[in-house]
């Protein structure tokens, strides 16, 4: 791995998931790989030869366990087994469910939601309600509680006195929001409430309480939020949900994607897919989105790679550091067992018992690559996955059994990997490289420890002058830091059309997710975003409909060139690089970021699998 790669690596690595160790120093990645494995280890402990063997190819930069447990390894997770899971999926059919969101979203797990008319039609009637004072503890639990009271007497005054002050560290990351973001979102609510007293909330209602209810998280420990908002396909309203100016008029509507979803047995699968696909194209904003179904009461998460009915379970396999067959079958049998771990974490507190019910029943896995694009010679071959596949559906079935679990309803997934891959320093998921030489940046926090220790040894430059740090000419509490990167190897975006990456897309369903595939009438995804160009519109929509068992759901955005101030990847021709390469600092050590330096808190940047970069196409 090249410096430019190296350093990109350790600074998403340090920034999102080390735990400060009781010397005063950040952990090391192996710190961090040993921690997770040790938790497994002591709540398997007659797997513990397994568990070493398995976690060796996690020490070796082959596979990736939940990224989450990365984070939350330990106590946190033990404390709370949601915390494992990078992210849910419901419906809204009762107001608990909005305090479930609330809880489950306070615990850095994304999710999808489903403001369809057969979810929300069972919620109540809004009511007048009656003088009533409610007193939110500092907790988790009672901010959630609060939002169900809301919704139930829309005249309950809060106490908001208990609730710690903003920028108090928080044990398991981040800092304290303070009061002020949850009073916002109730006066909102309440708002919302008033307008429909004497009627069920309407699609639109509950898709903006529920964004509302993401403002509160986005600042309060987790600083972004990751959500999909599944909707009918015939509402006018919510197709409508992002037109206009709506970041002025409804800035809360940012939290979350949009997309309409289609049965594929629809009688008018063609007509309304076209009506749907040509809006995105109208928009320009990749929505609305257009999630394929068989069965409406499974949902997708909001990377839309996972069907499910409760927690999505995810590991993933580095295509790209694998050099032969068996180091791939070897791989993806390691990151099949640790699902298996994984799987067993359904010890939730809070929300609503038919959570741990779901998931223990589906016992899902989701077991990715990434880097595909700089090992496709390898992953084109049939044979290969067919091997992979037999290998992860028997290593579900051997652990499971033993375990006392059922078996993985599905197992294969490709999810989008964008920070894990940047972690990794190989191309996100299914996508190729943006190009051979590109400028790859990253944003962090200000106030952070190593955005300090960064600005301690270099001037932060100004934004577009290309330097190693700059002022984010966007948001005045975050640096911009610029990593050149190369791939002498591999599939570059400007090689192959749109309708070639979705065929690429339809490999990787037909053998390795459909044949890993063993109950659920949804499959699993292959998560993409085609970056598509204005005469490839045709194209893609006669593709859509061709293949319309290859695939559950596609982000479709036009190609603007990137180029744009500070954009996430930008064209450097050789030259470029070459210089860029050599301006980089040769003496960082992230690690040493330790206990004398005045920021020393638990800073770190929670970012869920599919948020934040995690999402960013090439």
């Known amino acids: 791995?090249?410096?430019?790669?190296?350093?990109?690596?350790?600074?998403?690595?340090?920034?999102?998931?080390?735990?400060?160790?009781?010397?005063?120093?950040?952990?090391?990645?192996?710190?961090?790989?040993?921690?997770?494995?040790?938790?497994?280890?002591?709540?398997?402990?007659?797997?513990?030869?397994?568990?070493?063997?398995?976690?060796?190819?996690?020490?070796?930069?082959?596979?990736?366990?939940?990224?989450?447990?990365?984070?939350?390894?330990?106590?946190?997770?033990?404390r709370e087994n949601v915390r494992m899971f990078n992210c849910a999926g419901q419906g809204l059919d009762n107001v608990q469910k909005f305090s479930d969101f609330l809880y489950i979203l306070m615990c850095g797990t994304g999710q999808g939601f489903s403001v369809e008319s057969k979810f929300i039609q069972q919620l109540p009637v809004i009511v007048h309600g009656h003088d009533a004072h409610f007193t939110i503890e500092d907790s988790k639990e009672s901010w959630a509680d609060s939002v169900r009271t809301l919704i139930l007497n829309p005249r309950t005054q809060f106490n908001y006195g208990l609730i710690r002050a903003r920028g108090t560290p928080l044990t398991t990351g981040g800092t304290a929001s303070g009061p002020e973001p949850l009073r916002q979102a109730h006066e909102r609510i309440r708002d919302i409430l008033k307008l429909s007293k004497g009627r069920k909330l309407s699609d639109v209602?509950?898709?903006?309480?529920?964004?509302?209810?993401?403002?509160?998280?986005?600042?309060?420990?987790?600083?972004?939020?990751?959500?999909?908002?599944?909707?009918?396909?015939?509402?006018?309203?919510?197709?409508?949900?992002?037109?206009?100016?709506?970041?002025?008029?409804?800035?809360?509507?940012?939290?979350?994607?949009?997309?309409?979803?289609?049965?594929?047995?629809?009688?008018?699968?063609?007509?309304?897919?076209?009506?749907?696909?040509?809006?995105?194209?109208?928009?320009?904003?990749?929505?609305?989105?257009?999630?394929?179904?068989?069965?409406?009461?499974?949902?997708?998460?909001?990377?839309?790679?996972?069907?499910?009915?409760?927690?999505?379970?995810?590991?993933?396999?580095?295509?790209?550091?694998?050099?032969?067959?068996?180091?791939?079958?070897?791989?993806?049998?390691?990151?099949?067992?640790?699902?298996?771990?994984?799987?067993?974490?359904?010890?939730?507190?809070?929300?609503?018992?038919?959570?741990?019910?779901?998931?223990?029943?589906?016992?899902?896995?989701?077991?990715?690559?990434?880097?595909?694009?700089?090992?496709?010679?390898?992953?084109?071959?049939?044979?290969?996955?067919?091997?992979?596949?037999?290998?992860?559906?028997?290593t579900d079935e051997r652990y499971s059994r033993m375990l006392g679990m059922p078996q993985a309803a599905r197992i294969g997934?490709?999810?989008?990997?964008?920070?894990?891959?940047?972690?990794?320093?190989?191309?996100?998921?299914?996508?190729?490289?943006?190009?051979?030489?590109?400028?790859?940046?990253?944003?962090?926090?200000?106030?952070?420890?190593?955005?300090?220790?960064?600005?301690?040894?270099?001037?932060?430059?100004?934004?577009?002058?290309?330097?190693?740090?700059?002022?984010?000419?966007?948001?005045?509490?975050?640096?911009?830091?610029?990593?050149?990167?190369?791939?002498?190897e591999g599939i570059i975006r400007n090689s192959e059309t749109s309708t070639q990456l979705l065929e690429r897309c339809k490999h990787m369903t037909q053998n390795w997710i459909l044949p890993t595939h063993r109950r659920g009438p949804n499959p699993h995804n292959v998560s993409v975003t085609v970056i598509y160009k204005p005469q490839e519109h045709d194209d893609i929509c006669s593709w859509m409909i061709a293949n319309r068992n290859s695939f559950s759901g596609i982000s479709l955005l036009p190609d603007d060139g990137g180029n744009y101030l500070q954009a996430p990847f930008e064209t450097l021709t050789r030259a470029q690089f070459e210089k860029l390469m050599s301006d980089l600092p040769r003496d960082i050590d992230f690690s040493q970021i330790n206990g004398n330096n005045k920021k020393l808190r638990d800073d770190r940047f929670i970012d869920w699998a599919c948020a934040g970069d995690s999402c960013e196409p090439s």
């Not at 080390?18 to 710190?31: A, H, K, Q």
């Not at 002591?42 to 990365?70: C, N, Q, T």
């Not at 987790?222 to 006018?236: E, G, K, P, Q, Y």
């Not at 996972?306 to 927690?311: E, G, Q």
């Open 1 to 78: 791995m090249d410096l430019g790669r190296r350093l990109l690596s350790e600074l998403v690595f340090y920034r999102t998931y080390p735990i400060f160790t009781s010397n005063g120093l950040r952990e090391t990645r192996n710190d961090t790989i040993a921690r997770v494995e040790q938790m497994h280890m002591d709540r398997f402990p007659l797997l513990a030869d397994e568990i070493r063997k398995a976690f060796g190819w996690v020490y070796s930069g082959h596979v990736r366990p939940s990224m989450r447990s990365f984070q939350f390894a330990g106590d946190p997770i033990c």
């Open 205 to 394: 209602e509950c898709a903006d309480i529920v964004c509302m209810l993401a403002e509160v998280v986005v600042v309060g420990g987790v600083r972004r939020a990751a959500l999909i908002c599944l909707f009918d396909a015939d509402s006018v309203e919510m197709m409508n949900f992002k037109s206009g100016r709506w970041w002025e008029t409804h800035p809360w509507r940012a939290r979350t994607n949009v997309s309409a979803r289609l049965a594929r047995s629809d009688d008018h699968f063609e007509d309304k897919l076209r009506s749907i696909v040509k809006s995105c194209f109208a928009n320009q904003s990749g929505e609305p989105g257009l999630s394929l179904m068989n069965d409406q009461d499974w949902f997708y998460n909001p990377c839309h790679e996972v069907s499910l009915k409760a927690f999505c379970n995810l590991t993933s396999v580095n295509a790209a550091a694998c050099r032969n067959r068996q180091e791939f079958l070897m791989s993806v049998k390691a990151a099949t067992f640790i699902g298996v771990l994984q799987k067993n974490y359904t010890s939730f507190h809070y929300i609503s018992r038919q959570w741990q019910i779901d998931c223990e029943q589906e016992a899902l896995l989701g077991v990715s690559f990434t880097g595909l694009a700089l090992a496709w010679e390898l992953v084109a071959d049939d044979s290969l996955l067919a091997a992979a596949a037999a290998i992860a559906l028997e």
């Open 413 to 488: 997934t490709i999810k989008p990997s964008g920070t894990e891959s940047a972690e990794l320093g190989v191309t996100s998921g299914i996508h190729a490289a943006h190009s051979r030489y590109y400028s790859r940046r990253v944003r962090i926090e200000r106030d952070s420890a190593i955005a300090e220790y960064l600005l301690s040894r270099w001037t932060e430059a100004e934004p577009g002058s290309n330097q190693f740090v700059e002022r984010d000419a966007q948001n005045e509490g975050t640096l911009v830091v610029s990593f050149p990167v190369a791939h002498d």
